[in-house]
């Protein structure tokens, strides 16, 4: 069987036939070839242009990540010496509160303790009193009240200095809370 060309008639195409015969489909050929070429091109120019893109937007989520950091890091920073300070202005006034009412109460005792003794004294110099008196009782009850009442006066008032000495030590503006 003979494989080549032949025309529509069973002639043998020539060499020239031939080229004319398939001139178009190479020019369409060259033309595919060219456009693929220039496609190929094209998307690679578009890849490389769409990568500097991708790689300009991380770097700028890059610098949004670390500025958001930076400023988070920073508000953090300003939230805690706020927070500190506040806590110390809290601490100083519950201290100053703390040793004011401590002064007040010590105020207070040494008042309870004034009239306390003052009271002692009145009851001593009544108790004199009636020591004073004592003579002219007719019936001698006032003796044994009046001793009694001596020692009493006595230990209350030993008591009373042993508490102001006490309060005195820890109310001092030397001593230290």
């Known amino acids: 069987m003979d494989l080549r060309a032949t025309g529509s008639g069973g002639e043998v195409l020539s060499s020239q036939a031939m080229g004319v015969l398939f ?20 998307i690679a120019r578009n890849d ?3 990568r500097q893109e991708i790689e300009q937007i991380d ?3 890059e610098d949004e990540v670390h500025d958001r950091r930076d400023g988070f890091d920073k508000l ?6 706020f927070t500190y300070h506040k806590v110390e202005r809290v601490v100083q006034e519950l201290e100053s509160c703390t040793k004011e009412h401590e002064i007040r109460a010590g105020a207070r005792m040494r008042q ?7 009271m002692d004294l009145l009851k001593l110099h009544l108790t004199n009193i ?7 009782d007719q019936e001698g009850t006032f003796d044994r009240r ?4 001596l020692l009493f006066m006595r230990e209350r008032r030993e008591l009373n200095l042993q508490v102001q000495r ?11 809370p």
């Open 23 to 42: 001139e178009d489909v190479h020019n369409q050929l060259d033309h595919l070839c060219a456009d693929l070429e220039r496609t190929r091109k094209e």
């Open 48 to 50: 490389e242009h769409l």
């Open 59 to 61: 770097a700028e989520l």
């Open 76 to 81: 953090h920073n300003e939230f805690e010496a």
């Open 112 to 118: 309870l303790l004034d009239t306390v003794r003052e």
């Open 130 to 136: 009636s020591a004073c008196w004592a003579p002219f």
């Open 146 to 149: 009046l001793h009694r009442q």
């Open 166 to 176: 006490a309060l005195h030590v820890q109310f001092s503006p030397n001593s230290v």
